[in-house]
């Protein structure tokens, strides 16, 4: 008696849907090198839930050069698991605090993210996972009418550590210059 592929695919199906979520409640966390195909795409922001602790080069934050910006994220999966809710804070006195909130919208397969902060700063990202990279990025107008992209990247992505870095192109994103560089820890 054949199987018939329908039940072959339902089986796959099922398997994988059974796999995920029982990674996901586990507290795995989708990593670069997994096979991407296997992962869903609402999961591919995983690999930054957690407690981060934060570095940068000082200059990059109006510290004196030399010096060593330091700050904590806190990245949350919430409402069902369909949003991922981050927390950052610069523990320089009178810093930058914001927050954003990503969702993966399946209409246009792609990650959304909008982030707001103590500073009054609205931005709303668009981007994908690709490559080994979580790219979101937007452009912007400039009031003398130059057009900029920026972007935030996720690379060297491991699994108690990763590199973002905030960068900009004013050539249509032939080229970036790099704003701002974090490197994330994880805690213990």
């Known amino acids: ?51 981060w602790d934060l570095t940068w080069p ?38 930058l605090r914001g927050m954003s909130v990503s969702v993966y919208n399946q209409r246009l397969g792609k990650w959304q993210q909008t982030w707001v902060d103590n500073q009054s700063s609205y931005l709303d990202f668009v981007g994908e996972f690709k490559d080994g990279k979580m790219i979101l990025s937007r452009k912007i107008t400039t009031k003398d009418g130059r057009e900029i992209i920026q972007r935030m990247v996720w690379h060297n992505i491991a699994k108690d550590q990763l590199d973002w870095n905030w960068e900009a192109s004013e050539d249509g994103g032939k080229t970036w210059k790099v704003n701002w560089q974090i490197h994330y820890k994880r805690k213990k």
């Open 58 to 95: 000082g200059e990059q934050s109006g510290l004196p050069a030399g010096q060593t910006g330091r700050g904590t994220n806190s990245i949350k999966a919430i409402l069902d698991s369909a949003v991922i809710q981050e927390n950052f804070a610069d523990l320089a006195p009178n810093s």
């Open 1 to 51: 008696m054949p199987i018939s592929i329908k039940l072959i695919t339902l089986a796959a199906v099922l398997t994988l849907s059974a796999l995920a979520t029982a990674a996901v409640f586990s507290g795995f966390c989708f990593m670069p090198d997994d096979d991407a195909a296997l992962v869903p795409a609402k999961r591919q922001f995983d690999f930054w839930l957690g407690e």
